[in-house]
Each structure stands twice: as C-alpha cells, then as structure tokens.
C-alpha cells in the first residue's frame, strides 16, 4: 500500500464500523513492512517480547512506520532512523503495573510523596496516556523506587532487542502496553479520525 492509497481508503470511511474494519485489516492483520517476507523472524520476535513478559505471542503487534514502510500519521517514509513501534495488549500485565500506579497516585494524594514541577508535568503527561488505557512506562515520574525498577526492567529489556541484537535488525525498539486490543483499536480509530479532517 503506497501514502496515496492509504489516504484514499481513510477518505472513504463513513462509520465507526468501516473505522474499526480498517484499523484492525491495516494495524493489526499480517506481517509488518520491517518483516517483509520473513514471517517466521517476526513470530521469533513476538515470542521473545511475550516471553519476557510471560504472555502470548499474539498480544504483540508492531505499528506506526515499521508496519506500513511509511508513518500512518505522519505520511514520513520508513528509514533507518525510524524507530520499531511495539503494542502490548494484556490485561493481566495492564493490571500488574496498574496496581503499583494507583498505590503511587494515592501516596500523591495524601502528600506522602510531592513532586517537583517538571515531574509532576511528566505524571500529568503519563496519566492522559494512562486513562485511555494505554501506559507509557518511560513517562513515570523517577521518584519512586517502585517506578525506577519498573522503567529500568522495561527499558533495559527493549534496549537488549534494539540496534541489531533481535530479528527486527538495526533500529531502536519502543513499547507502550494497552489493557487490551479493543482500547488498542479506540486509539488508533481517533487518530483515523483526525486524518479524515486534513486529508
């Protein structure tokens, strides 16, 4: 699929339906541009990111650029700068780590822990994502110990599969975890719906 078909087929939805149908054909169905003709190696590297986390192969979907050979939002090519985007979708992992936040959000609360401006910035940040049922883990705010060991496990295992040490070959690989492809699907639906607006 080129820029210009992609466009073409956003123009044509007219329903959350066809909204949903063409988000879960062109993000979530098939091999990714980056895995082109290497089905097995993408499955390799699915497994290994669902067996660091002990989940299925199949809550693992790469998106953005490294999917379409282009960014869906941003209509840039896919190049060897671009970054390998990867969604988790696993409620019992959204769970884990959405105890550990709202422990943190109600020593906030009752000011056991305060924040400097900056890192209250970045929660802020942090918790848009989070109530849309998507957490972004190198958006947590750095003073707690829960949340450094959290980031730190998180980013040290992306960093070990980055710039030539997986099967995604020598580029820099990101994560974000949703609660479940359906939130997955709603995130990316209101994207679609924005590029209807300027395209």
Not at 118 to 143: A, C, G, H, V
């Amino acid at each position: 699929m080129t820029i210009e078909d992609y466009k073409a087929e956003i123009i044509e939805i007219q329903s959350e339906g066809e909204q949903t149908a063409f988000v879960q054909k062109y993000f979530f169905n098939g091999t990714p541009f980056v895995f082109k003709d290497r089905d097995g190696e993408y499955y390799d590297f699915s497994k290994r990111i669902a067996d660091n986390f002990g989940i299925q192969y199949s809550d693992i979907n790469i998106v953005g650029s490294s999917r379409f050979g282009f960014s869906p939002f941003k209509f840039t090519e896919f190049s060897y700068e671009s970054d390998i985007d990867v969604t988790i979708c696993n409620e019992g992992l959204f769970e884990h780590f959405f105890e550990i936040i709202s422990n943190y959000t109600y020593k906030l609360r009752y000011r056991e822990i305060l924040l400097r401006r900056e890192q209250y910035l970045r929660y802020i940040k942090f918790i848009k994502y989070f109530s849309t049922d998507w957490m972004r883990p190198d958006l947590l705010p750095s003073n707690s110990p829960e949340f450094e060991e959290l980031r730190k496990n998180w980013d040290d295992f992306f960093k070990a599969i980055s710039y030539g040490k997986s099967e995604v070959g020598n580029y820099k690989v990101k994560a974000g975890l949703f609660k479940n492809q359906t939130y997955a699907e709603k995130y990316y639906k209101s994207s679609i719906a924005q590029i209807q607006k300027t395209v």
